[in-house]
């Protein structure tokens, strides 16, 4: 489910022109940062394990702002849903807004196995520029 994924979601951001960094060992970075946009960056981070994974049903993520709903068609089935449907849907607003913030994304691997994705990342180098973080994980 993780490769499936992290397949996914690079497609998802390479279609946006969201920049990236995907690697299997340790998972996806992505930058969203304007040009001109001199601010602090704020983290959100969130790891990419699977249980049921389909791909039609996340490709229908729509965040409803008035209702204050994240919804989708189907079974997603991700063990951290809720942080890569938040990551991504804040990152589209922020595309779809054309606003100046500077928002990094990191989604990691191997989270059931000793947490391994974020050990092996190399985050000093990654975050360069982050002043918060955020980090979601909660099974919904």
């Not at 060992?25 to 790891?47: Q, T």
């Not at 807004?97 to 990691?108: D, N």
């Amino acid at each position: 489910g993780e490769e499936a994924l992290q397949d996914f979601i690079c497609a998802w951001l390479a279609s946006r022109g969201i920049p990236y960094e995907s690697d299997a060992s340790w998972g996806i970075h992505a930058v969203f940062k304007p040009s001109g946009a001199d601010v602090p960056a704020v983290l959100l981070a969130a790891h990419m394990d699977s249980d049921n994974l389909d791909l039609r049903a996340l490709e229908t993520l729509e965040l409803k702002r008035d209702a204050k709903v994240l919804l989708h068609q189907g079974d997603v089935g991700l063990d951290c849903k809720t942080g890569i449907a938040l990551a991504l849907a804040v990152l589209e607003q922020l595309r779809v807004k054309e606003t100046a913030c500077h928002v990094q994304v990191l989604f990691t691997v191997s989270e059931e196995s000793g947490q391994k994705g974020a050990i092996r990342a190399p985050l000093p180098r990654l975050l360069h520029g982050v002043r918060h973080g955020i980090v979601v994980d909660r099974m919904t």
